[in-house]
């Protein structure tokens, strides 16, 4: 026979088997209910539509303008997500996070109906032609962009060969969704926008006051304060973004023939490699002496600071 002891040790292990039961199964609920609400609010935000009118730009091209829009688009990254031929391609797969991958731009592909306005205003303000934002692409830098310099960038990305085939399809993961609404991942540019901002009108020269209109093209990697640091939205492998502040994990000790080295031939002052998988320097390298003289200028006018604070 079984004791009254041995009775009640089996119904206690049974209650608790039941209580783990429906403790997991609510978890599980839990979880549901919460990716469901994840998706549901970050869907709402990546498929808020936005009422914006930007204004109308006088495009006359010429090769002269077509050739300052192509020297834009490659100093400030076009190139460099879209491919040199414009086409789009897979910049990075870091699922759950993001397939990171950018749209075919050409005249053949999903921009073949824009208008020099629909432009202006995926460019400038992060917003596509049926008002809904663009992901990822980094619009906070171009905001800013004078009238000049957008209709040069015009000319030239209208002037490039039409491709016809698909690029690879942009796609968010869970986890991407979850750092977007913890604010971790800058997916939606429209939201990070002075829309009521005027284009600067720059004086294109050797000095600080442009350097700091050209340096709106390095903020998205190395940060408002280009101090540097994790860069949000790559893969976890990617390195940090390099110090360009005047501090001693910094530029501290560099002249500017260390700096136009580094943009020109990808070389440290000691000698060592800038990756240019990370670091676009051959693209950046086509920037005039005047260019790379003004940002260096305007870099001597940040506050020093420690490197990662970006």
Partial sequence: MRSKGSEQQGFWRKG????????????AVLLVVLVGMVFAVSESRINRTYALEPAALIIAPDASMVARGMAI???????DCHG?????????????????????ITPGGVTRNYTDVDWARTIRHGVRPDGTPVRFMPSFEYTA???????????????????????????VGPLGRVLHLAG??????????????????????????????????????????????PIPGVPPDWPPSANLTRHVTGLADWRFEDFRTALREGKR??????RGEYMPWRLIAQSS???????????????????GLR
């Fill in 16 to 27: 608790m088997a039941r209580w783990f039961v429906g403790a997991g199964l609510a978890l």
């Fill in 73 to 79: 688009a490659t100093y400030r990254g076009c190139r």
């Fill in 84 to 104: 040199d031929n414009l086409a789009g391609r897979l910049v990075a797969d870091a699922m759950p996070v993001m397939r990171l991958a950018s749209p075919n």
């Fill in 145 to 171: 962009l004078s009238h000049a310099d957008m209709a040069a960038l015009l000319a030239y990305v209208k002037s490039v060969p039409a491709v016809a085939e698909a690029a690879v399809p942009f796609a």
């Fill in 184 to 229: 971790e991942l800058p997916l939606l540019p429209v939201e990070l926008i002075d829309h009521n901002a005027e284009p600067a009108e720059p004086t294109p020269g050797p000095t600080a006051d442009y350097g700091s209109y050209l340096a709106t093209a390095c903020i998205g990697c190395h940060g408002p304060g280009l101090s540097g640091g």
């Fill in 269 to 274: 002052p000691d000698g060592s490699a800038i």
């Fill in 289 to 307: 002496d005047d260019d790379i003289r003004a940002l260096w200028e305007f870099i001597g006018t940040m506050p020093p600071r420690t490197a």
